[in-house]
């Protein structure tokens, strides 16, 4: 199993819908979890950030969290063409150290593709 | 401006001919990581500093070695590049902000091709 792991896509959604975006994670000590857009081409944005478990909202976006169940998610509502681009889940493991602090573990992303 | 440089942008190289990428950054973060990212295998991890000559191991450090000297500088060297080396590369610095939070931010990426 893949320690950081997203739905399958592409995902494709009609504009103004609502494109939901899942993530499962192996490791149950990780405590901080990221969501990143990526236009193509570009570095990874960080959209949203994730620690207690519940929703987490800032706009047009929500996180949610729910440790017992190593699952975290990214609703977009309202969909814009904008928001085509890949969707990166992160979540904060421990290095070779022991430390934490600083090492990301990353799914292998969504494409999402909003249609007008 | 508040940025990670990453020096070159693009490189196209032969195996075995030894290349360094070079990263800085100018908001005096204390961490800073490499990445590179590949279709279907997202951001892996390859190796991550906590402070200045403090490093440790990511996910796949294999063929690559780093340093820090100076706070501002993580440079990524490949001493023989290989083509399974071929990929984007990505700088990332995090600030000490304590807590749970570490929000990293990216340099713009550096195609390598090793042919």
Redesign the interface.
Known sequence: QKEVEQNSGPLSVPEGAIASLNCTYSDRGSQSFFWYRQYSGKSPELIMSIYSNGDKEDGRFTAQLNKASQYVSLLIRDSQPSDSATYLCAVNGRGAGGTSYGKLTFGQGTILTVHP | EAQVTQNPRYLITVTGKKLTVTCSQNMNHE?M?W?RQDP??????IY???NVEVT????VPEGYKVSRKEKRNFPLILESPSPNQTSLY?CAS?P?RGG?????F????TRLTVL
Not at chain 2, 56 to 59: E, N, S, V
Not at chain 2, 100 to 104: A, I, K
Not at chain 2, 106 to 109: A, D, L, R, S, V
């Open positions: 961490y990581s990445y279907g295998l997202g951001l892996r991890q991550y500093s906590m440790d191991k990511g996910d990505f995090i000490r749970l939070d570490n929000e990293q990216f340099g713009p990426g």
